[in-house]
């Protein structure tokens, strides 16, 4: 069965650590990115080397193949880096790139960080908000059109129009050279591939982006992304609903920026975790932490239709070891108190009633347990 691994919260909460799990559990899987795009920073660790994916699958370290759907963000600079970073670790990823995915210029990166600074809506500052607004306007770059030099350079022209830019910016800012060159490397590199729909498999592992919380219909406006994070794609993308969903979640909360949180009033007993990835950021602010809040949780899960109606849920609760001294997390206002890991999970399965779930107490996938 097709598997999906989704966050619950506001992103970070451990996808990239699951998918290879399950990828390590799978020799022929193809890892499918189906939401969000070059925003997503998802972190694995093995006993060689280490590598936070933003423009592959995290699976890729263990030879999978990924497919970057239509619903995700192409940003040809940073994918190029990131390829050479990979191959000088001497890791040959393979990348099957939708040629509808949408482009990201660096006009769009320019624009989402002017913006942002007017709006403080939270972003990365890699121009994904932008990006999907400026295509649902009908100024459309897609992957697609990397392939047709004169065609892209035309339409780069009409994006910087539509941005009104009239050379108003620093030129040296907008790295408009070193992006055609990317995409020129890109387009004519091995190790991606142009494709006109998702490869034919038996086993696709769906790894999502952010998470429901901050999903476009189901978040916080105005502090959400733009793009589905639950199942919608992937039925559109599949044509059935028929898929194992594992519905992923730190043993607290996280947020990265701007934006709803509950339980920061009530102290809290989280590590600070020396391998964390997400830090103080220029453009996103600060890493916030609280105790898990399991209402959210279960709005969460329930606002999406086919996990809510799903019986093949598993629930997967990672950074069990950032909690010292006594587990503890609030529901319906209440904090709910645990004396070891075991109450601590065993309650909260009580309330999502999940009953098939996994568990985490390190950076490396190799150490999750079946819980039950």
């Known amino acids: 069965m097709n598997k999906i691994v989704i966050g619950c919260g506001c992103g970070d909460e451990g996808k990239g650590l699951f998918t290879d799990y399950l990828c390590s559990h799978s020799e022929n899987s193809l890892v499918v990115r189906f939401s969000g795009g070059h925003q ?3 972190t694995v660790f093995t006993d060689k080397t280490n590598h936070i994916f933003s423009n592959f699958g995290s699976g890729t370290l263990r030879g999978r193949p990924t497919y ?24 040959n990823p393979l990348l099957y ?7 990201t210029t660096p006009y769009d990166i320019y624009m989402n960080r ?19 607004e400026r295509e649902e306007k009908h100024h459309s770059l897609t992957f697609n059109d990397l392939f047709y030099p004169d065609i892209l ?22 790295e408009i050279n070193e992006f055609l060159k990317s995409c020129k490397v ?76 509950t339980n920061e009033d009530i102290p809290h ?13 220029k453009y996103q602010g600060e890493f916030r932490r609280s105790l898990l809040d399991v209402s959210l949780l279960e709005y969460a899960i329930n606002k999406d239709d086919y996990i809510r109606e799903s019986k093949n849920k598993n629930l997967v609760i990672t950074c069990l070891d950032h909690i010292v001294n006594e587990y503890r997390f609030t ?30 107490e390190s950076n490396n996938s190799k150490n999750i347990i079946r819980w039950c």
């Open 269 to 281: 007993n989280i590590l600070d975790n020396p391998l964390e990835t997400n830090k103080q950021h």
């Open 331 to 360: 529901y319906k206002g209440e904090i709910i108190y645990s004396n070891s890991t075991r109450e601590f999970v065993n309650k909260i399965i009580d309330i999502l009633k999940i009953y098939d779930v996994y568990i985490s």
């Open 97 to 103: 790139i939708d040629a509808k995915c949408p482009i």
């Open 68 to 91: 970057w759907s239509k619903y995700c963000t192409v940003e040809p600079i940073g994918l190029l880096k990131e390829l050479k970073l990979l191959l000088s670790k001497d890791i």
């Open 40 to 42: 997503a920073g998802h």
């Open 186 to 261: 890109i387009i004519n590199h091995d190790c991606i591939q142009k494709i006109y729909e998702i490869p034919s498999s038996t086993n696709y592992i769906f790894e999502g982006s952010q998470g429901l919380l901050l999903d476009q219909n189901f978040g916080f406006f105005p502090n959400v992304t733009r793009s589905n994070t639950g199942c919608k794609n992937i039925v559109e993308l599949l044509g059935n609903d028929n898929f194992e969903t594992y519905l992923v979640t730190r043993a607290y909360q996280t947020r990265h920026g701007n934006g709803f949180m």
């Open 153 to 174: 350079i035309s339409k780069l022209e009409r994006i910087e129009e539509y941005y009104d830019l009239n050379n108003s910016y620093n030129n040296d800012y907008i």
């Open 114 to 132: 002017k913006l942002d600074k007017e709006n403080l809506h939270g972003t990365v500052g890699v121009g994904f908000g932008t990006t999907i």
